[in-house]
């Protein structure tokens, strides 16, 4: 039970980077996020913390949703697309042909579908498939063997001597899961954040385990400077939410535009390398931002009618922007120091890593860090804690072999 990762994405439900959810719910957001640091620090501590669970985000490709179908007890494996209006459920070879093809996608599914029933998987589940054997690429890496696989946009590896080497050389299929579903269909199937995989029967044709974060080396634990340190970062954080006005919410939506449109302006940065270093920076950017996609979309329409509104959206931003400068002021002011803390528990938390990842250059692998971490709180609410700069922006700019 040494690799751990988390789901990405609820059933109908967005999981949204913490710093974001001060712009998505305002205040409350705001509240929420010193609910998760607080949890955050009791993991971090060591104390045991009922309140809150944290697991890691692997870069896994594709998602697989499989167990028993509870409308006809059959075993079967899928993508997400199990959940759709035209399900796409497969219970043997000739479904997934049908549904999937024959290409790289409708390979793993196939050797998902003969070897996952193996290990007699209780319910209905969700994982990241992490690589079947033929992914396995034997490297040496600073001297020593080891057994590498990527399955979306970072690199991992194994010491091949090691005991978690040994049993990924065995297996078939490597999968994590992460999110089990309950329900009398699977149509209206309830995602919840966790996989139990006790029950599960062991096969060494199947490398898998569960979600929950370990600290496998012993080393990911607050010392009591750095609790110290944490602690004073979230009483920070409480002074400058008092800052932060309680109908911030209100205040945003006054304008359709600006939180989809902030969210991706945040996005565009990330894709570049770079976020804005202070507010000022932030505001003007985005003003820039709005404007250009606002031209963007003029630049392609004929229609009077949604000329003007284009036009008048454009005139519309900076005089919201103008009469909301004070509370964005205070709502990115609370934004940027939950990057400093944010950066602070992931630095941590990047020690307890089982297995090496690395990015692929054109002079080799390069050291980078894991795809992230996810804290879901007592009530089934979730946040993720990932590196924008580093692995958002690789993901943001690569396209995934196996995205439709």
Known sequence: MLIEDVLSEFKRTHLEHIEDIVITDGYEGG?????????????????????????????????????????????????KSVFAQNAKINYTKKDIANNHGTDDLGQK??????????????????????FTDEDIVRKNIDGKPHLTFTPNTITYAVPEASDLGKRIDLAKVGIIFHTSYTGETLADMNAQAGADVDGFSNSNDVFFDNATYKDVSGTAKFTDEETKKFYNGIEKLETLLNNVPRNLSSVLGQNAD???????YINAMVKQGELPSNVNQFLQGFKKFYVDRMQQQISGLKAQKALQLRQDKIKQMPAFLNKAKKPLQAMLTFYKAVQTMKAFVLKKMNQAQAIGSFQQTDSGLEVTEPEGFVAVDKSGNAVKLVDRLGFSRRNLTAISKFKK
Request: charged share 15%; glycine share 10%; proline share 4%.
């Open 31 to 79: 509240k929420a996020v010193l609910e998760y640091f607080r949890g955050l620090l009791l993991t971090l501590k060591g104390s045991s913390s009922e309140a809150m669970s944290v697991s890691v985000k692997w870069d896994g490709a594709p998602a697989v949703i499989c167990g028993t179908n509870p409308e006809n007890g059959r075993f079967f494996v899928g993508t």
């Open 109 to 130: 599914l196939l050797k998902c579908l003969v070897h996952l029933k193996k290990i007699n998987i209780q319910g209905v589940v969700q994982g990241d498939l992490l």
């Open 258 to 264: 600006f939180i989809p449109m902030f969210q991706m």
